[in-house]
């Protein structure tokens, strides 16, 4: 149980693209989701908390209108990385809790490899 | 503000021999703490979790984690160690309720070597 999928696993696109990272719940009804993202030999940075069907709450430094984060039902939420650039190359992780018998225990997906050329 | 320490980047063990990594935190109130592991270009996997109760707690792949409240310290610790168990640990802490938001140490690599 607790598994969480992220869709694509990589992704390489030419700068000004907008990217979009799909982050689902398999099993389990995610109230809320989270967005991190990982720097090489790096610790996880938190980008963003969204709850179904309310807005993204974004962690100071993170432009909300770089990073639009959609949370339309309790199993999906998604990142979507506008105008990429070079710098937003990195490693997106997202991550969800809630549902019966889930508690406070935050269960990641897969990652997401973004390339920016 | 909560944070959590990992004092070693990295931690060297031979296989069969015991591990410890250590984790020590800050939080106002009542702590809830998280031991997950990272494999190259993964995600986290969760291990081990304490919100209450007994202060040894058991997770994951034999793994377990002692919370010590006067040393706010949740080392994990596995008494014999595989080569499969290398891997970047990280110890995270969320305060009150357990449902805020989880900050994470830096991270501890774990090399055991056959």
């Known amino acids: 149980g607790a598994v969480v999928s992220q869709h694509p696993s990589w992704v390489i696109c030419k700068s000004g693209t907008s990217v979009k990272i799909e982050c689902r719940s398999l099993d389990f009804q995610a109230t809320t989701m989270f967005w991190y993202r990982q720097f090489p030999k790096q610790s996880l940075m938190l980008m963003a908390t969204?709850?179904?069907?309310?807005?993204?709450?974004?962690e100071q430094g993170v432009e909300k209108d770089k990073f639009l984060i959609n949370h339309a039902s309790l199993t999906l939420s998604t990142l979507t990385v506008t105008s990429a650039h070079p710098e937003d190359s990195s490693f997106y992780i997202c991550?969800?809790?809630?549902?019966?018998?889930?508690?406070?225990?935050?269960?990641f997906g897969p990652g997401t490899r973004l390339l920016v050329l | 503000a909560q944070s959590v320490a990992q004092p070693e980047d990295q931690v060297n063990v031979a296989e069969g021999n015991p591990l410890t990594v250590k984790c020590t935190y800050s939080v106002s109130g009542n702590p809830y703490l998280f031991w997950y592991v990272q494999y190259p270009n993964r995600g986290l996997q969760f291990l081990l979790k304490?919100?209450?109760?007994?202060?040894l707690v058991k997770g994951s792949y034999g793994f377990e984690a002692e919370f010590n409240k006067s040393q706010t310290s949740f080392h994990l610790k596995k008494p014999s160690a595989l080569v499969s168990d290398s891997a970047l640990y990280f110890c995270a802490v969320s305060g009150n309720s357990g449902y805020s938001t989880l900050t994470f140490g830096k991270g501890t690599m774990l090399l055991v070597s056959p």
């Open positions: 991550s969800a809790r809630g549902g019966a018998g889930q508690g406070e225990t935050q269960y």
């Open positions: 969204s709850n179904e069907g309310s807005k993204a709450t974004y």
């Open positions: 304490y919100i209450t109760g007994d202060n």
